[in-house]
């Protein structure tokens, strides 16, 4: 079946601007993770859905940051006022079930805030 | 807080060789898991192997395999008859709850 998807997979935001990237999750697939990953490093974790619920937003480096998943499915991630600093690969991962499951990663967004 | 180490920024293999790459971390929790992923300059992050903390027996996919060394926190992965597909930065990962927590990667290069 198909795998996790992200949109859009290019992102420029002049400095200021919200921007909001979307995740298609394996249909299915209870637990939805955004994670963030600066040029040469490993992803850092975000926020966890487990279906509607946001269980886990300690990541979220500031309140300009906003995730949500209305339905179970579909998620997005919202920045609020981006800031250079902000420029990294947002990854969206899921996974069937809610403890310690593997983790089905999309392609990522690009996000470059000039 | 849980925290993973790779020591290895950078590694080349000939092709058809064996490369390990090397991963430590540190955890108080009894269960968990250990994952190592790869990711090609794509960008997709893929699974490669999982090894659940409990079992004993490393774990094996084709010509990837696994020394998990529990009381050490050692999760090494050795590629075996190295292909220039397995160019790509190799993440070791493990779970924090629910959530995983990755080292800053190995960046594999196989050379022909």
């Known amino acids: 079946g198909a795998g996790v998807s992200q949109s859009p997979r290019y992102k420029v935001a002049k400095r200021g601007q919200d921007v909001a990237l979307r995740c298609d999750p394996i249909s299915g697939h209870v637990s939805l993770f955004w994670y963030q990953q600066a040029l040469g490093q490993g992803p850092e974790f975000l926020t966890y859905?487990?279906?509607?619920?946001?269980?886990?937003k300690s990541g979220l480096p500031s309140d300009r940051f906003f995730a949500e998943r209305p339905e179970g499915s579909v998620s997005t991630l919202k920045i609020q006022r981006t800031q250079q600093e902000d420029s990294a690969v947002y990854l969206c991962a899921s996974s069937l079930g809610t403890f310690q499951e593997t983790q089905y990663f999309g392609p990522g967004t690009r996000l470059l805030v000039l | 807080a849980q925290t993973v180490t790779q020591s290895q920024p950078e590694m080349s293999v000939q092709e058809a060789e064996t490369v390990t790459l090397s991963c430590t971390y540190d955890t108080s929790e009894n269960n968990y898991y250990l994952f190592w992923y790869k990711q090609p300059p794509s960008r997709q992050m893929i699974l490669v192997i999982r090894q659940e903390a409990y079992k004993q027996q490393n774990a094996t996919e084709n010509r990837f395999s696994v020394n998990f060394q529990k009381a050490a926190k050692s999760f090494s992965l050795k590629i075996s008859d190295s292909q220039l597909g397995d160019t790509a930065m190799y993440f070791c990962a493990q779970t924090s709850g629910s959530r995983l927590t990755f080292g800053e990667g190995t960046q594999l290069t196989v050379n022909p």
């Open positions: 859905f487990q279906n509607e619920a946001q269980l886990d």
